[in-house]
């Protein structure tokens, strides 16, 4: 189970740290993807953290405003969020792929094996 808090409501340009804790399994060798969705649109990758590599990477609509990490001792990952936009606001979901996740296949839903329930994240000017 994943479990996804900090989502609030911040103001343009306002800052939030989302976090994603494990529970039933270890995160450690997992490879992480961040999602989000706005009412009425598709979901939307957000970041990842490969398996394969350790490296983090981002849509380009986040690109360096976002920050990905993982805290193994704590079984958590984390996406900080900075420099938010209205357009950012959105239902945020974390995921776990047991298998290898490259970068290539980062953006892919059906990678994931584990979801979290998601963190409502609303940014107003």
């Known amino acids: 189970q994943l479990v996804e808090s900090g989502g609030d409501l911040v103001h343009s340009g306002g800052s939030l740290r989302l976090s994603c804790v494990a529970s039933g399994f270890t ?14 649109k598709e979901r939307e990758w957000v970041s990842c953290i490969s398996n394969i590599d350790g490296r983090t990477y981002f849509a380009d609509s986040v690109k360096g405003r976002f920050i990905a990490s993982r805290d193994n ?22 995921a776990a792929d047991k ?3 490259p970068r290539s296949d980062c953006p892919d839903p059906r990678e994931y094996d584990y979801w979290g329930q998601g963190t409502q994240v609303t940014v107003r000017d």
């Not at 704590?74 to 959105?90: C, I, R, W």
């Open 99 to 101: 298998g290898p996740l």
């Open 73 to 94: 001792a704590k079984n958590t990952v984390y996406l900080q969020m900075s420099g938010l936009k209205p357009e950012d606001t959105a239902n945020y979901f974390c």
């Open 27 to 40: 995160l450690n060798y997992f490879g992480i993807g961040w999602f989000r969705q706005a009412p009425g």
